[in-house]
């Protein structure tokens, strides 16, 4: 069973589009994250959520939504892509302030914007 | 700004030969963590090091930390050519709600 898994894997999209990028993580955690790979490998977080309560939010552009309907899911949506927005998007999540802090990763949804 | 940097930036090494990949970081942290990501795939942790420890191993891994030089070194020990991947440390600065990634150092093992 995956224990954090995301869809799409393969996004291409049109510039200006908006699209949506879905996460559901099985492991009874209480944060999820967002994070964005560049094409470099420099991977930088993006939101963190901690039972649907935003927590940290990176002065990302307001372009990017997450949305937290339950502690097991972690939506994003992007309105209006960029051709910077080219990246992996990784879902994440961890047991919570009380553990050790690992982070178990989904497998990346690969946004290309054209 | 970034908080882990790994050096070097690529490594190539035979099969059956050690590995070891450096991490410095800039402020203090509660705990310093290693991950690995294969190919076009997601992040794995590897293993965590906190900061009244100087060293840890899991199987074929040593992590060893000095907070004095703020800096971390993981080293693979025997090699194997699936150990192929690239390798992140990681740092948190007192909330585990957010990791800081470095650039990562991405291995080669050669059959």
């Known amino acids: 069973d995956t224990a954090v898994s995301q869809t799409p894997k393969y996004l291409v999209t049109q510039m200006g589009n908006d699209k949506s990028i879905k996460c559901e993580q099985n492991?009874?955690?209480?944060?999820m994250y967002w994070y964005k790979q560049d094409s470099k490998k420099f991977l930088k977080i993006m939101f963190s959520?901690?039972?649907?309560?935003?927590?940290i939010n990176e002065t990302v552009p307001n372009r990017f939504s997450p949305k937290s309907p339950d502690k097991a899911h972690l939506n994003l949506h992007i309105n209006s892509l960029e051709l910077g927005d080219s990246a992996v998007y990784f879902c994440?999540?961890?047991?919570?302030?009380?553990?050790?802090?690992?982070?178990?990763f989904g497998e990346g949804s690969r946004l290309t914007v054209l | 700004s970034q908080q882990g940097e790994e050096d070097p930036q690529a490594l190539s090494i035979q099969e059956g030969e050690n590995a070891t990949m450096n991490c410095s970081y800039k402020t203090s942290i509660n705990n310093l963590q290693w991950y690995r990501q294969n190919s076009g795939r997601g992040l794995v942790h590897l293993i965590l090091i906190r900061s009244n420890e100087r060293e840890k191993h899991s199987g074929r891994l040593r992590v060893t930390l000095d907070t004095s030089k703020k800096s971390s070194s993981l080293l693979i020990t025997a090699s194997r050519a699936a150990d192929t991947a690239s390798y992140f440390c990681?740092?948190?600065?007192?909330?585990?709600?957010?990791?800081?990634f470095g650039k990562g150092t991405l291995l080669t093992v050669n059959p």
């Open positions: 990681a740092t948190d600065k007192g909330s585990n709600y957010k990791l800081t």
């Open positions: 959520y901690n039972n649907k309560e935003l927590i």
């Open positions: 492991l009874g955690h209480d944060t």
């Open positions: 994440a999540s961890s047991p919570g302030e009380t553990n050790t802090g690992e982070l178990f």
